[in-house]
Antibody, heavy 120, light 107 residues
Framework: QVQLVESGGGLVKPGGSLRLSCAAS????????MNWIRQAPGKGLEWVSK????????HYADSVRGRFTISRDNAKNSLYLQMNSLRGEDTAMYYC?????????????WGQGTLVTVSS | DIQMTQSPSSLSASVGDRVTITCRAS??????LNWFQQKPGKAPNLLIY???ILQSGVPTRFGGSGSGTDFTLTISSLQPEDFATYYC?????????FGQGTKVEIK
């Protein structure tokens, strides 16, 4: 079955960097758009970024563009999020999610999340 | 960005009640609208995609409708396990966006 496992979260100071990873299994990784979605403590969901199966098409939310970089390694079935110039408002649970390669790109599968805390 | 506005932000209901949550997009998104359920401490779970298509394994008491800018999630008879927060999400544009969420609480 589909499994997504995030890692790399932790405590980082404002202005610092962190790299999140998402290990995927149970499906043909390179066939699907992959996403990062975050949720600040007690708040709603915020879509962060997505990358096409080939890695050639990438989109970001305005709130992270220029600071975050999404990438993938299809040989390793892995998705990444490089986060630079971190701010307090980036504190959140970060989820990776698979967009189903059908008509509506619905997010059918999610990982359990990895927590990022930005604080001095 | 397309803004997604859900109403109400929260509601109280009893087991067996019919519950309706609405989601409005700031511009037309055709049927590129998905609904998720999230319980505390858990990842979201897809309920409905394409505005009205029930995800496999989701109980038939959940239903979705709408197109363009106005959408509805209906729970026909609320069950104890349905108390949760519900989010709509659009996948029409390159930047996807979620609604702010609707918390369904026990009356």
């Amino acid at each position: 079955q589909v499994q997504l496992v995030e890692s790399g979260g932790g405590l980082v100071k404002p202005g610092g960097s962190l790299r999140l990873s998402c290990a995927a299994s149970g499906f043909t990784f390179g066939d699907h758009y992959m996403n990062w979605i975050r949720q600040a403590p007690g708040k709603g969901l915020e879509w962060v970024s997505k990358i096409s199966g080939s890695g050639k098409t990438i989109h970001y939310a305005d709130s992270v563009r220029g600071r975050f970089t999404i990438s993938r390694d299809n040989a390793k079935n892995s998705l990444y999020l490089q986060m630079n110039s971190l701010r307090g408002e980036d504190t959140a649970m970060y989820y990776c999610a698979r967009a189903f390669a059908g008509s509506y790109y619905e997010l059918r599968d999610w990982g359990q999340g990895t927590l990022v805390t930005v604080s001095s | 960005d397309i803004q997604m506005t859900q109403s109400p932000s929260s509601l109280s209901a009893s087991v067996g009640d019919r519950v309706t949550i609405t989601c409005r997009a700031s511009q037309s998104i055709s049927k590129y609208l998905n609904w998720f359920q999230q319980k505390p401490g858990k990842a979201p779970n897809l309920l409905i995609y394409g505005a009205s298509i029930l995800q496999s394994g989701v109980p038939t008491r959940f239903g979705g409708s709408g197109s363009g800018t106005d959408f509805t999630l209906t729970i026909s008879s609320l069950q104890p396990e349905d108390f949760a927060t519900y989010y709509c999400q659009q996948t029409y544009t390159t930047q996807w966006t979620f609604g702010q969420g609707t918390k369904v609480e026990i009356k």
